[in-house]
């Protein structure tokens, strides 16, 4: 199915404005993580997942009432919990989050205060779920969130660089370290948690990303045989214009499931559908506006120099 037939946008001549969109957004985001690391310590808000702490998901008999649970949590000890309330009235739920204790073994403590408090003045909740993690645990999980992300672009690198050349992985793994810093911008400047369900989103769309990049990327360099007079700015554009359709068609359908999932997907979902909606807007983006105006910057760099193109086209298929 194609959505659009002969477009002719000049994609590559647009390049000054989608630099200028990306450095907004990039530096809007540094910026704001900054703000959060002077702060709290971190570029941004940390979930139980990272920074340790507890979370406890109860389920009441009668509908309950925040301030009457907080000012009973209070006069039992524990302050500056956050409870909030799930989507659904309905179900009677609530997620109560205990900060995080430098002492691990005040993490059990805390837990046991919530429930005998809670005992005190409603009948005996259904718990739900508890999780317990304490902060040597909660650094590991983060050292082990930085290296899956890190060993996901390296990977894909070293394959892009056997499949193509070294510059077409080089281009696709700036274009999807650009979206990455992007979409955790946007949690620093939402002031929303990282946990390690968003970090599964993260590396959802680096690999959603990388996979629209190499649809253009493998375009690109089929045409660089079918057309070896056009300049290289042409064929890139054309490239990029021919697999339009496809990408409006793949990035469109999969924008409306996680925008659903976002508006309806409840409390629990809302942080790593949020990545995902941000993460596909941008990913989609980047194959266009940043990996490859990468290429042709990056030979006419070469030619400027007096060096030969370093863009082979394909190979042609063995009868």
Not at 274 to 299: D, H, K, N, R
């Amino acid at each position: 199915m194609e959505l659009f037939h002969d477009v002719n946008i000049d994609w590559l001549g647009k390049k000054w404005y989608f630099l200028g969109f990306s450095l907004i957004f990039s530096i809007a985001g540094i910026i704001s993580m900054g703000l959060h690391w002077q702060k709290i310590g971190s570029p941004i808000p940390l979930g139980v997942d990272f920074k340790g702490g507890t979370q406890i998901e109860l389920q009441f008999k009668q509908t309950p009432d925040i301030p009457r649970i907080r000012t009973a949590l209070a006069q039992a000890g524990v302050n500056d919990a956050q409870i909030v309330r799930y989507d659904d009235p309905s179900q009677n739920e609530v997620l109560i989050s205990l900060p995080e204790q430098h002492n691990e073994s005040n993490l059990d403590t805390g837990r046991d205060q919530v429930f005998t408090a809670l005992q005190q003045h409603y009948e005996t909740p259904i718990v739900r779920n508890v999780q317990v993690v304490g902060p040597t645990v909660g650094k590991q999980l983060q050292n082990k969130a930085i290296q899956a992300t890190l060993y996901s672009m390296l990977g894909m690198l070293i394959y892009l660089w056997f499949r193509f050349q070294l510059i077409y992985g080089v281009a696709a793994v700036v274009a999807c370290f650009h979206d990455t810093l992007i979409t955790i911008g946007a949690f620093a400047l939402t002031d929303r948690e990282m946990s390690l369900t968003v970090i599964a989103a993260i590396l959802t769309l680096v690999g959603y990303s990388m996979n629209d990049t190499i649809v253009v990327f493998d375009r690109i360099r089929e045409n660089l045989r079918l057309s070896r007079r056009e300049t290289l700015l042409d064929v890139v554009n054309r490239s990029i214009n021919q697999t339009l359709s496809r990408t409006v068609l793949t990035s469109g359908l999969t924008f409306l499931t996680v925008l659903s999932l976002f508006i309806f997907g409840g409390k629990v979902l809302n942080d790593f559908s949020f990545a995902l909606v941000v993460g596909i807007l941008i990913g989609t983006y980047s194959s266009i506006a940043v990996a490859a105006p990468m290429l042709v910057s990056w030979q006419q760099w070469r030619a400027g120099k007096g060096k030969s193109a370093v863009l082979p086209p394909a190979k042609r298929a063995r009868a």
